[in-house]
């Protein structure tokens, strides 16, 4: 763990992002925890990755399954992949998630499903709430501002960028209302448009 987020701060030092941290101390430090949050560029993972306080796996495309290395590596760090084509391999990813933060290792995942490609948040898959609400963990909402700034807005070149990471409080779904744990993905989303509201300030 310790030595990736070295690798990846290293990396983000060579961008020359100006990167603000707002709210990590809202992230529990004795407990798993399922981080969600919106998706606009491949950064966000080191981002996020580099202020992990103990071992997180992410949710990944079932296509990175395709680079051996890659591949190898991230199963090492406890990554699950993804195959919206295939229902069944979807739950059983749901289902190995859930045996990790019963293990003590967190989770992140991006619930649009893929990255927004104009800044503007996709709805929230609600079945990948279940890996909270099958656990009790908290949910970790996170807020990413401008990092598509870094590389994804003028691909192929990097750029220095100012960036936003906003970590909200937690969420137990056991302390939430019936209808908000009915619909907790478009809960979340909307606790999410607002942090990034917020984060227009700044």
Known sequence: LRMVQGIFKFILWVTGAKIDYIGHENVPKDQAVLYVGNHSSYFDILLTYS????????????????????????????????????????????????????????????????????????PFKEGSMKMATKTGCPIIPVAFTNTSAIFEDHVPFIRKARVVITYGEPILPSELAPEQKKHIGAYVQGIIADMLKENEKY
């Open 51 to 122: 202020q992990c306080p103990d071992l997180t796996g992410y949710v990944a495309k079932a296509e990175m399954l395709k680079y051996p290395l890659l591949r190898d590596w991230m199963k090492r760090l406890y990554c699950l992949f993804l195959d919206r084509s295939d229902m069944r391999a979807g739950m059983q990813m749901i289902l190995t998630g859930i045996d990790y933060i019963k293990k003590g290792i967190s989770i992140c995942i991006f619930p649009e499903g893929t990255r927004s490609k104009d800044g503007k948040m996709l």
